[in-house]
């Protein structure tokens, strides 16, 4: 056996042995991901959850939005599909940074980019502020953007979302609906 081959069977045995003696009944215990379920506020947006037919404010049927918690319940990811054969689909991740208590939500579909934060206005409520960008050809712009949405007492949602368009400062309604849950089947 050549000098690198003994090396190596050497190297080999160490590391092997290091390994038999780290699972013992000694051995500290591996790291485990905690998830988020004991994180406090983790599950401020649970509300959110769901399979939702959305409509707007003058009751006509503008997509399906599905909700769902993901990766040991540290972030909800949202599938939207809008009523206009997929120009205005979209999917968002949000999460509770525990930093600093606040969750942010990226939002993203074709030509537009949502980025904004918040917290928890009351249970089943939630405020974010942020921005909007548009990067379309001839149209790339961003503005300020908010939104709140929140429980009614029927067991629907209710979405208002603001936007600055102009450079006054001026707020205006950008979306305002109605989230209905689907029907079980």
């Given at each position: 056996?050549?000098?690198?081959?003994?090396?190596?069977?050497?190297?080999?045995?160490?590391?092997?042995?290091?390994?038999?003696?780290?699972?013992?009944?000694?051995?500290?215990?591996?790291?485990?991901?905690?998830?988020?379920?004991?994180?406090?506020?983790?599950?401020?947006?649970?509300?959110?959850?769901g399979?939702?037919?959305?409509?707007?404010?003058?009751?006509?049927?503008?997509g399906?939005?599905?909700?769902?918690?993901?990766?040991?319940?540290?972030?909800?990811?949202?599938?939207?599909?809008g009523?206009?054969?997929?120009?205005?689909?979209?999917?968002?991740?949000?999460?509770?940074d525990?930093?600093?208590?606040?969750?942010?939500?990226?939002?993203?579909?074709?030509?537009?980019i949502?980025?904004?934060?918040?917290?928890?206005?009351?249970?089943?409520?939630m405020?974010?502020?942020?921005?909007?960008?548009?990067?379309?050809?001839?149209?790339?712009?961003?503005?300020?953007?908010?939104?709140?949405?929140?429980?009614?007492?029927?067991?629907?949602?209710?979405?208002?979302?603001?936007?600055?368009?102009?450079?006054?400062?001026?707020?205006?309604?950008?979306?305002?609906?109605?989230?209905?849950?689907?029907?079980?089947?």
């Amino acid at each position: 056996m050549g000098m690198i081959a003994r090396a190596l069977a050497a190297g080999a045995l160490a590391f092997s042995g290091g390994a038999v003696a780290q699972e013992g009944p000694d051995a500290p215990p591996a790291p485990v991901a905690p998830g988020c379920a004991e994180i406090e506020g983790a599950d401020a947006f649970d509300f959110f959850v769901g399979d939702w037919y959305v409509y707007n404010v003058d009751g006509q049927y503008v997509g399906r939005n599905r909700i769902e918690k993901a990766y040991q319940d540290c972030f909800l990811f949202e599938r939207w599909s809008g009523g206009r054969g997929g120009n205005d689909d979209g999917r968002s991740t949000s999460y509770l940074d525990a930093r600093t208590g606040e969750w942010h939500q990226l939002w993203v579909s074709p030509n537009t980019i949502i980025d904004w934060r918040g917290a928890p206005e009351r249970p089943g409520a939630m405020r974010l502020a942020g921005e909007i960008a548009f990067s379309a050809p001839e149209r790339t712009s961003s503005h300020g953007f908010r939104g709140l949405i929140e429980t009614q007492d029927d067991g629907t949602l209710r979405q208002v979302l603001e936007w600055q368009p102009a450079a006054d400062g001026e707020w205006q309604t950008w979306f305002d609906g109605t989230y209905r849950p689907v029907p079980k089947e």
